[in-house]
C-alpha cells in the first residue's frame, strides 16, 4: 500500500455537524459515523493518519467547500451499527462482521471564504472532480493532488 497523502472530500449537513461543530470538539477531533454506503465506506477504509479532507457543506445556501481537516485515525467499526433505536443501526450488521467503519478527523481550518459548488463549477482544472460529477452524491469522496492544490490556491484568495 502507498505511503503517498492521499486527500478526500466530506460532506455533512451543517445543520447536523459543521465545521464550526468539528472546531469546538475535544481535541478539535470527531468520529465521522453514519456512513450508510458501500463505496464511502471503502473510501473511509483506504484513508490514512494525515490524509487531508475537504470539509463541505453540503444542503447549504450555497454548499461550498467550508474548511480543511486531516485523517488521525484509521476506520474502525461504527458503532452506531449496533445501537437499536439509533438513526444509523443496521440490525444486519453484528460485531463478529461490522459492516459499516468510520475514521476520525480533526479540524485543521476554517476557509476565511467558503469555495462554493458554483465556484468550483467555473475552475476548468477541476472539471473532473467526482464532486462536480453529474449525479454525485457520495458523502465520502477522492480528490486528486491537483484538485487539492488548486482547490487550496483558491481558498488563499
Same mark, same amino acid.
Given at each position: 500500500?502507498?505511503?503517498?497523502?492521499?486527500?478526500?472530500?466530506?460532506?455533512?449537513?451543517?445543520?447536523?455537524?459543521?465545521?464550526?461543530?468539528?472546531?469546538?470538539?475535544?481535541?478539535?477531533?470527531? !468520529?465521522?459515523?453514519?456512513?450508510? %454506503?458501500? *463505496?464511502?465506506? %471503502?473510501?473511509?477504509?483506504?484513508?490514512?493518519?494525515?490524509?487531508?479532507? $475537504?470539509?463541505?457543506?453540503? %444542503?447549504?445556501?450555497?454548499?461550498?467547500?467550508?474548511?480543511?481537516? +486531516?485523517?488521525?485515525?484509521?476506520?474502525?467499526?461504527?458503532?452506531? *451499527?449496533?445501537?437499536?433505536?439509533?438513526?444509523?443501526?443496521?440490525?444486519?450488521?453484528?460485531?463478529?462482521?461490522? +459492516?459499516?467503519?468510520?475514521?476520525?478527523?480533526?479540524?485543521?481550518?476554517?476557509?476565511?471564504?467558503?469555495?462554493? $459548488?458554483?465556484?468550483?463549477?467555473?475552475?476548468?482544472?477541476?472539471? !473532473?472532480?467526482? $464532486?462536480?460529477?453529474? !449525479?454525485? +452524491?457520495?458523502?465520502?469522496?477522492?480528490?486528486?493532488?491537483?484538485?487539492? *492544490?488548486?482547490?487550496?490556491?483558491?481558498?488563499?484568495?
Amino acid at each position: 500500500m502507498s505511503q503517498e497523502r492521499q486527500y478526500w472530500l466530506m460532506k455533512s449537513e451543517p445543520s447536523v455537524f459543521s465545521i464550526e461543530d468539528l472546531a469546538l470538539a475535544p481535541k478539535r477531533t470527531t !468520529g465521522w459515523d453514519g456512513v450508510r %454506503n458501500y *463505496q464511502a465506506r %471503502n473510501f473511509m477504509r483506504a484513508m490514512k493518519p494525515g490524509d487531508q479532507v $475537504l470539509f463541505y457543506h453540503s %444542503n447549504a445556501d450555497p454548499p461550498a467547500i467550508v474548511g480543511i481537516a +486531516r485523517v488521525v485515525k484509521t476506520a474502525y467499526p461504527d458503532p452506531t *451499527q449496533f445501537e437499536r433505536g439509533h438513526a444509523h443501526f443496521d440490525p444486519a450488521s453484528t460485531p463478529a462482521a461490522p +459492516r459499516w467503519d468510520m475514521v476520525d478527523i480533526q479540524f485543521v481550518k476554517k476557509l476565511s471564504v467558503p469555495l462554493s $459548488l458554483d465556484r468550483l463549477r467555473e475552475e476548468p482544472l477541476l472539471k !473532473g472532480m467526482v $464532486l462536480l460529477r453529474k !449525479g454525485s +452524491r457520495l458523502s465520502v469522496q477522492p480528490v486528486t493532488k491537483a484538485e487539492w *492544490q488548486h482547490i487550496v490556491t483558491l481558498a488563499s484568495g
